[in-house]
Nanobody, 119 residues
């Protein structure tokens, strides 16, 4: 059974940093592309970043425009964990952050971790 558990959220001031973690069980992250999404209050869930395997040892990363240059997605295959390093946080980054993996025939989500950025 696939499980994703996010952690690392919290309250931070504008300009601060947080590192989110997504620990996976029931699958090996090495062979799967992973995404971070977020959902702000009263807004639809939006895609934030992805990390995609390229070749045997490489990875490609992509970001939504609003976080480029501030957020970094990475993975530690030995720990079966994906990270989202968030720097220069802004109030508009306030949201519940979710990690996601799509497998053949199913899509899996964690319960999310809340990030609140104060002005």
């Amino acid at each position: 059974q696939v499980q994703l558990v996010e952690s690392g959220g919290g309250l931070v001031q504008t300009g601060g940093s947080l590192r989110l973690s997504c620990a996976a069980s029931g699958l090996t992250l090495t062979y799967n592309d992973m995404d971070w999404y977020r959902q702000a209050p009263k807004k639809q869930r939006e895609w934030v970043a992805s990390i995609t395997a390229v070749g045997y040892t490489g990875y490609a990363t992509n970001y939504t425009d609003s976080v480029k240059g501030r957020f970094t997605i990475s993975r530690d295959d030995a720990k079966n964990t994906v990270y989202l390093q968030m720097n220069s946080l802004k109030p508009e980054d306030t949201a519940v952050y979710y990690c996601n993996v799509d497998l053949p025939g199913s899509s899996h989500w964690g319960k999310g971790t809340l990030v609140t950025v104060s002005k």
